[in-house]
């Protein structure tokens, strides 16, 4: 199959109509997308991925109206946390409705939806009649594509077409939240803050580890990982001194410091959103690199998006 990498629209409708499988951009990562009420589309994505039957994926639409045929229910806080931040890196576990396939969910109770904020795939979606199942574009385990050339790289000839809407703005999932025993539960920190989250409707939980049967498998302790080993430090100053072998690269949040060709910075402005949409990019850089063995990076400050990047730090270490 010849992949296309391009930016028209209406040709990914088409497809998409067709029940093919096509990689869209969204402003948190790039996703494998597919007619998510139809059975036999999504199957593809679960076999493109090789991914367990068990992870369920997320529904992906444009406006909340759509949200209601996938749905019984809404309740109000996280319709609060909808209206607020949708279009955005929210998604909500929300009650199906019938209208969901199996397939969809796991068998869970709930369905993941989300509307995304990227003004491409927010015009394909008003062209289609149907939701979009899309979980990251990327094999299952691995780190989560960013940029077109990112999922070219596993899905060249696999699918016929990458939507072409250049790099990924926050660079790290969608905030995964849903409601148990009327308590607001947030399952994997992603690019929208919990801070954020809890201006809007008070405390929440969080409940984002999982050893047996994942609420969700980013829940998994290992994920989001390289092939190359990755090591969290405290102090890469201090690290870097200590660690001369040349087939160490490092990854830090800022810093003042001259670190070396083997070095790369995420931020130049103290800034945990620039730093978390150059994340994964700079993972998969080092991960090419065939001189490079071994992965160190610098903890974040946990606040905001550093709360985030640091789980996806420790599930990318995990042995
Ligand atoms: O930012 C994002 O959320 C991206 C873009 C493409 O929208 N999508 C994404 O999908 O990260 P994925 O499949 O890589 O991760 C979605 C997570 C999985 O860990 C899955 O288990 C969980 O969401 N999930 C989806 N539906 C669920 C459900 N019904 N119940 C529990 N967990 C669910
Ligand atoms: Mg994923």
């Known amino acids: 199959m010849q992949t296309r990498i391009h930016q028209d629209v209406s040709e990914a409708a088409r497809l998409l109509s067709a029940g093919e499988v096509v990689a869209i951009p969204t402003e948190t990562v790039y996703g494998l997308a597919a007619d998510g009420l139809d059975e036999a589309s999504v ?26 045929r996938l749905v ?16 955005g890196p929210l998604t909500l576990l929300l009650p199906r409705s019938t209208e969901v396939p199996d397939i969809v969910t796991a068998g869970l109770p709930r369905v993941g939806v989300r509307i995304p904020k990227h003004p491409m ?108 080993r990755v ?9 870097k001194s200590s660690q001369e072998d040349p087939a160490c690269a490092f990854i ?23 730093a978390a949409a150059n994340f994964y990019h700079a993972l998969q850089t080092w991960d090419e690199e065939k001189d490079i063995h071994t992965i160190i990076i610098e903890k974040f400050p946990d606040t905001a998006q550093g709360k985030a990047l640091n789980d996806k730090l420790r599930r990318a270490s995990a042995e």
């Open 43 to 68: 199957k593809r994505i679960f076999f493109l991925k090789g991914r367990p039957a068990y992870d369920p994926v997320i529904l992906h639409t444009d406006q909340l109206e759509k949200v209601w």
């Open 72 to 87: 019984t229910e809404i309740p109000e806080p996280l319709l609060m946390l909808a209206r607020k931040f949708w279009p």
């Open 121 to 228: 795939t927010l015009q394909l979606l008003s062209l289609l009649d149907f939701p979009l199942a899309a979980p990251s574009a990327n094999p299952f385990g691995y780190v989560s594509p960013t940029r077109p050339e990112h999922v070219w790289k596993h899905f060249a000839g696999r699918i016929p077409l990458i939507l072409d809407g250049g790099v990924c703005t926050q660079g790290i999932e969608s905030t995964i939240v849903g409601m148990e025993e009327g308590l607001v539960v947030v399952y994997r920190l992603g690019s929208l803050p919990v801070e954020a989250i809890q201006e809007v409707i008070g405390p929440v939980i969080l409940r984002t580890y999982s050893t047996s049967r994942p609420e969700a498998p980013g829940m998994l302790i290992r994920h989001y990982a390289p092939h190359k």
């Open 231 to 239: 090591i969290i430090c405290d102090d890469l100053a201090e690290t």
């Open 252 to 274: 830090t949040f800022t810093s003042d410091l001259d670190l070396g060709p083997r070095s790369r910075w995420l931020s130049s402005s103290f800034s945990l959103e620039e």
